[in-house]
């Protein structure tokens, strides 16, 4: 497998991401410089890490997402190529319009960072078919702001067109529905909020990240 | 001839988004003793300066700026105020 991972100013699980990578599918991980206008050649995934592009000056992610790399990210993502927005990723990519809604301040105000129990709603996607039949997985999240929004028209288009693929057992940060990730409609792009890139290894606490990483190598 | 018409644009959370920071301000102010406030809502405004024909021309501009970078209209309205 050949993956990228997008690094852009304020970017801090970049490395993270890569090690992940290499480690749970002995995938060739090259680093992006968000100013860049060609992605490598024959990717099969492109990682948006977490951290704080751009200080998430103004909104998390409205910045990163005019970057140039980003309509490469797009085009690639249209072509069928695997993105995956990890964090601060997720925010990105909603700035960016690649999927629905926003990421508002946490409910209580406060940053969270906790292991989190959370549901593996849809195991039928590129990113989950390695759960294979498992509904738990436990996963880090480090979020100031993490609340999933967005309207109810919205959301009942994601949870029935089985779009919603990670649920909160036990909502951290007051996002809708306890929405914890999610992929476009075509299924390529995922958003998830917790970090499977800090569990992808029995040494971190849990594993349950890898399955998300050798999903996305099967399916490359 | 262009001149720079100085630009105010306010920002705030769209009527049903919860505003977390809102509520604190005015949870905090009803313990100060000011129990009549309500619904305080936090927004930011940016001002900036943006040469021009004429402030209609100016107003459209800084619209299509809100539209592209200032505001995610998901989440948040804008208000622009153009001044010669």
């Known amino acids: 497998m050949k993956a990228a991972v997008v690094v852009f100013p304020g970017s801090n699980c970049d490395r993270d991401c890569k090690v992940a990578l290499e480690r749970t599918t002995a995938a060739k991980v090259e680093m992006v410089w968000h100013q860049e206008t060609s992605l490598p050649a024959a990717l099969d995934l492109i990682v948006l890490p977490g951290g704080f592009a751009f200080g998430d000056y103004l909104r998390c992610g409205a910045m990163?997402?005019?970057?140039?790399?980003?309509?490469?990210?797009?085009?690639?993502?249209?072509?069928?190529?695997?993105?995956?927005?990890?964090?601060?990723?997720?925010?990105?990519?909603?700035?960016?319009?690649?999927?629905?809604?926003?990421?508002?301040?946490?409910?209580?105000?406060?940053?969270?960072?906790?292991?989190?129990?959370?549901?593996?709603?849809?195991?039928?996607?590129?990113?989950?078919?390695?759960?294979?039949?498992?509904?738990?997985?436990?996963?880090?999240?480090?979020?100031?702001?993490?609340?999933?929004?967005?309207?109810?028209?919205?959301l009942d288009e994601l949870e029935g067109e089985g779009r919603v693929v990670f649920r909160y057992r036990d909502n951290p940060n007051g996002s809708a529905r306890a929405i914890a990730g999610i992929v476009d409609e075509t299924g390529n792009v995922l958003g998830i909020m917790p970090h499977p890139d800090r569990a992808f290894e029995a040494e971190l606490g849990s594993a349950d990240g890898a399955l998300l990483f050798q999903s996305i190598l099967a399916s490359a | 001839m262009t001149t720079p018409v100085r630009a105010v644009v306010h920002v705030f959370l769209k009527a049903g988004v919860l505003d977390v920071q809102g509520k604190a301000v005015e949870n905090a102010l009803h313990g100060l003793g000011w129990a009549g406030v309500s619904g305080v809502r936090v927004g930011r405004v940016i001002e900036f300066d943006i040469a021009a024909e004429n402030p209609f021309e100016a107003e459209t501009a800084v619209k299509a700026i809100c539209e592209k970078l200032l505001a995610n209209p998901v989440i948040e309205g804008y208000r622009v105020e153009v001044a010669p």
């Open chain 1, 64 to 154: 990163a997402a005019l970057s140039p790399v980003m309509a490469e990210v797009r085009a690639a993502a249209a072509r069928g190529v695997a993105v995956a927005g990890i964090c601060n990723g997720f925010q990105v990519l909603c700035e960016a319009q690649m999927l629905p809604g926003a990421l508002l301040r946490n409910a209580d105000l406060k940053y969270v960072c906790r292991n989190v129990d959370l549901e593996v709603v849809n195991q039928q996607t590129r990113f989950t078919a390695a759960f294979a039949g498992r509904r738990e997985a436990r996963m880090t999240v480090g979020n100031g702001e993490g609340a999933y929004f967005a309207d109810e028209e919205t």
